[in-house]
Nanobody, 121 residues
Framework: QVQLVESGGGLVQAGDSLRFSCTTS?????MGWFRQAPGKEREFVGA????????LYADSVKGRFTISRDNAKNVVYLQMSSLKPEDTAVYYC?????????????????WGQGTQVTVSS
């Protein structure tokens, strides 16, 4: 069974940068990042292919967030820049068993525990 452990959350000010990491249990999967704010449904943030070459992003974060990975260390990163108060949420990494290069938002089976980021204005 796939296990994912996240780290890197915290409290930052608008305009700051922050990096989340997600360490997997050793297998290589296409990975996604999601977020959920209080009272709001879970939102797809972005995805990265198994080899790390192909990425895609939600319109809400394009140009500000970057997903990367280091497969030798079994780590996936979410680099966040130009943070806004509306980015405040619990962020989750997720692994997909789909064969798609960058899976659709409904194709993720395993989830990290969630990491809180709070962006103050």
């Amino acid at each position: 069974q796939v296990q994912l452990v996240e780290s890197g959350g915290g409290l930052v000010q608008a305009g700051d940068s922050l990096r989340f990491s997600c360490t997997t249990s050793g297998r290589t999967y296409a990975m996604g990042w999601f977020r959920q704010a209080p009272g709001k449904e879970r939102e797809f943030v972005g995805a990265i292919s198994r080899g790390g070459v192909v990425t895609l992003y939600a319109d809400s974060v394009k140009g500000r967030f970057t997903i990367s990975r280091d497969n030798a260390k079994n780590v996936v990163y979410l680099q966040m820049s130009s943070l806004k108060p509306e980015d405040t949420a619990v962020y989750y990494c997720a692994a997909s068993l789909s064969g798609a290069t960058t899976p659709e938002p409904n194709e993720y089976a395993y989830w990290g525990q969630g990491t809180q980021v709070t962006v103050s204005s």
